[in-house]
């Protein structure tokens, strides 16, 4: 199965109340077998923290291994996982400054859940008129 997952996170402030979104998408044969749509909310969080939440959240509602591509239009999120990733695991989550990166806790948590899935990161510009993105950004302003 493929599931493709729209994520985007939203903060009044930075920090402030902020929400994450997210709409998983389950194909078998390019025919879309089920659409899930979650969000949610904390009250005093980073527009980072909800982005990083919201695929967090998206590859925690998976129930079987899957190939799953997450589309996001969080820069922070897709180079996090494709381009410093390896450099993390090898510094134990230090910087180049040898401190503790920013959001550690949640990036360990998506790392641990990439382990139970095949998964490829794609980018989109934001409200470019990406119905699934949209669809994220919408949610994440429920949240």
Known sequence: MKVNIFTDG???????????GAVLVAK?????ISKKEIYGGEENTTNNRMELTAAMKALSALKIPSKVEIITDSKYLKDGMTKWLDQWLETNWRNSAKKEIKNVDLWKEIYALTKE???????????????????ADYLARLG
Not at 10 to 20: F, K, V
Not at 117 to 131: A, I, P, R, Y
């Open 28 to 32: 078998k044969r390019e025919q879309i």
């Open 10 to 20: 939203a903060c009044s402030g930075n920090p402030g109340p902020g929400g994450w």
């Open 117 to 135: 899935h095949c998964v490829s990161w794609t980018w989109v510009k934001g409200h470019n008129n990406n119905d699934g993105n949209e669809k």
